[in-house]
């Protein structure tokens, strides 16, 4: 398997250079890494929803903070798998999503989580506690190569999620929202009350242009 190799600011995250740390700093660092990779990840998801709705700006903004990262991801995929006409491309971002989802999950744990320098690996060591149906314990122990296998990943999905967004032209589904056109013939109605609950927008821009 080759050397992950991250890029992190102006440095890169290789194994190699991560084990010359001490472990401490290699333990922030690791976390540090994966929670800022995230975040970037967010930001093209929070762009991707404002391509959809048809906003940007204070209300993009605003519309992403007040959103868990888990209902962007449940918003996104309804939206694409009613609005966007062609269902492979449909198919390709709805799995994409459910990777991202699943990163969503683990970077809610490692968020979460208190942990040290792993005693057991050259990474670090989660102190998880679970108490839905009972109290339990739950071993995490995340080495080097596996923060930069989830980086890597992470990575992949942004990567891929941006080129698929640039190939469906999402802005279409904007469109569709605004008008009501453009959807599925069976579901006009539905579309209608999509149309109609987004074109707020358009009735906000509206008078904003107003004298």
Request: aromatic fraction near 8%; charge should be negative.
């Amino acid at each position: 398997m080759p050397a992950l190799i991250v890029t992190w600011g102006s440095h890169m995250l290789t194994k190699s250079h991560l084990l010359t740390l001490d472990p401490d700093l290699r333990a922030f660092t690791l976390v540090g890494a994966f929670m800022g990779y995230f975040a970037l990840l967010e930001v093209g998801i929070n762009a991707a929803i404002g391509q959809v709705m048809g906003i940007e700006g204070a209300r993009l903004t605003i519309v992403g903070r007040n959103m868990g990262f888990d209902e962007k991801i449940k918003t996104l995929r309804a939206l694409v798998d009613f609005f966007i006409v062609g269902k492979e491309q449909a198919q390709k971002f709805d799995a994409l999503a459910t990777r991202a989802r699943k990163c969503g999950e683990l970077r809610n744990r490692i968020a979460h989580t208190p942990f040290r320098q792993s005693p057991k690996s050259d990474g670090v060591e989660f102190f998880l506690v679970s108490a839905a149906k009972k109290l339990e314990f739950p071993a995490m122990d995340l080495s080097i190569e596996d923060f930069l296998a989830h980086i890597d990943d992470i990575n992949q999905i942004d990567n891929d999620l941006r080129s698929l967004e640039n190939k469906t032209s999402l802005q279409r589904v904007a469109e569709a929202l605004m008008t009501a056109t453009g959807a599925k013939d069976s579901v006009t109605d539905t579309a209608s009350i999509f149309g109609g609950l987004f074109g707020l927008g358009s009735a906000f821009l509206d008078e904003e242009t107003k004298p």
